[in-house]
């Protein structure tokens, strides 16, 4: 089992930034990489999540087109944490944030972060 906790949201006007956080606990060293995806407004809970970044154990990362060259995702593995850094925000980037993290066949998230973009 592995139990990830996020928080960093909130709101913030266009052109601001936020830093998002996800801690990681439980089995974690079964966790293959740790990925940030976000639902948008009006949007029902489990379906049509965006994977906004991606950050597999040993592989590239990768970013959503929508986001690239304004979030950064990194980790820091003495803490079993990754982060999102976002900048320059937009209010299309405004919704649900969830941190996910597969291990071996199961899939774990987070409860969600509100971000809330206002123009």
């Given at each position: 089992?592995?139990?990830?906790?996020?928080?960093?949201?909130?709101?913030?006007?266009?052109?601001?930034?936020?830093?998002?956080?996800?801690?990681?606990?439980?089995?974690?060293?079964?966790i293959?990489?740790?990925?940030?995806?976000?639902?948008?407004?009006?949007?029902?809970a489990?379906k049509?999540?965006?994977?906004?970044?991606?950050?597999?154990?040993?592989?590239?990362?990768?970013?959503?087109?929508?986001?690239?060259?304004?979030?950064?995702?990194?980790?820091?593995?003495?803490?079993?944490?990754?982060?999102?850094?976002?900048?320059?925000?937009?209010?299309?980037?405004?919704?649900?944030?969830?941190?996910?993290?597969?291990?071996?066949?199961?899939?774990?998230?987070?409860?969600?972060?509100?971000?809330?973009v206002?123009?």
């Open positions: 089992q592995v139990q990830l906790v996020e928080s960093g949201g909130g709101k913030v006007q266009a052109g601001g930034s936020l830093r998002l956080s996800c801690a990681a606990s439980g089995n974690t060293p079964c293959a990489a740790m990925n940030w995806y976000r639902q948008a407004p009006g949007k029902e489990g049509e999540r965006e994977l906004v970044a991606a950050s597999p154990n040993g592989g590239s990362i990768t970013y959503a087109d929508s986001v690239k060259g304004r979030f950064t995702i990194s980790r820091d593995s003495t803490k079993n944490t990754a982060y999102l850094q976002m900048n320059d925000l937009k209010p299309e980037d405004t919704g649900v944030y969830y941190c996910n993290a597969p291990c071996f066949t199961r899939d774990y998230w987070g409860q969600g972060t509100q971000v809330t206002s123009s």
